[in-house]
């Protein structure tokens, strides 16, 4: 049998008949667009994130780009983030007409390194996006510190941490505005696109409201041309029954990184990445540094056991952004990891037998006690 890296369809089969009939509701109301079920989702999902706002969006795309846009960014405007995160990250801080600047990431916990970011700032930069990539949270209390010393925002990039802690507080609710993406496979996924954002500051709440919906500040008043990226009314009604079970879900998660750590921890051949002091991450990719990255992934697709590279290669050498002028040698770290990282699955309805398959696939190939 095969594993592979997420399930939909044992997620949807263990949610079935509340989600059809969340699904039914809307279409039986014919209320598509900012139905009641959008209203209902975003005060469920600020309470569950305890910040004051939730702003149902189009995706986390969007989220990003209108949290841009309502901080008041421009062009020439500079930002701070990684180079190893999804290219959404930085197409959004295009989009606005700022530039980004690439900070290499921290060794041992592989996010956003405020040592090094102190390098990279200049007269023109305005804001820190962190990215909490694979469900670790990064240092907020450390990036935070470090942005309002020079006056710069900081909005995180939450898309992949859904209910993570660190030292007690949600992400996504710990900086001027998160960002979250509903995207089908993250940890709390719609039933196509979404995302949302998430802010404790009632005027970036406003704001990001009004761009998300045309400008408007009624039906037929527009203060200024927005965008069209409203959250889908069928997609509120999918998150909200599927948000009652996020905590359990992220539970089960933990569970399977447990097994691996316990299982895989003696291997040489592997290293892990530490996690910040009070982090509770939520494991959307489990993810290690491999020896022989790509012939251990083939001998684990030998055996059915699909894997993944998240990301094979970093923004600063995608040829999206050869116009900023990097080279292979300006971020060995990010390089060495995109060069040697392997996810291997992890998902809540994943069972103990199948990781130890996958644990046991793993010892073989390296031939491990
Ligand atoms: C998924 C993702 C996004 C973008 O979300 P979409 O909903 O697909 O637009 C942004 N940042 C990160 C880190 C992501 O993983």
Known sequence: MKIPLVDLRAQYANLRPEIDAAI???????????????????????????????????????????????????????????????????????????????????????????????????????????????????????????????????????AQAHGARLRGRRVGALAQAGTFSFYPGKNLGAYGDAGAVVTNDDDVAERVRMYADHGRLDKYEHRTEGWNSRLDTIQAAVLAVKLRSLDDANAERRRCAQRYNDALGGIDALEFPVLVDGAEPVHHLYVVRAQNRDALRKHLGDQEIATGVHYPLPL?????????????????????????IVSLPCYPELGDTDIDRVVDAVRSFYDAP
């Open 316 to 340: 600063h050498l995608q040829p999206a952004y050869r116009h900023l002028g990097y080279a292979r040698g300006d971020f060995p770290v990010a390089e060495a990891l995109a060069d040697s």
């Open 24 to 158: 039914a509701a809307v279409l039986e109301s014919t209320a598509f667009v900012k139905g009641p079920a959008v209203g209902e989702f975003e005060t469920a999902f600020a309470s569950y994130c305890e910040a004051r706002h939730a702003i149902g969006v189009g995706n986390g795309t969007d989220a990003l780009r209108l949290v841009f846009r309502a901080l008041g960014f421009e062009p020439g405007d500079e930002m701070l983030t990684v180079p190893t995160t999804f290219i959404a990250t930085t197409e959004a801080i295009s989009h606005v007409g700022a530039v980004t600047r690439f900070v290499d990431i921290d060794e041992r916990t592989w996010m956003f390194d405020v040592e090094k970011a102190a390098g990279h700032v200049t007269d023109r930069t305005r804001a820190i996006v962190p990215v909490h990539l694979y469900g670790h949270p990064v240092d907020m209390d450390a990036v935070n510190a470090f942005a309002s010393q020079r006056h710069l925002a900081v909005v995180e990039d939450a």
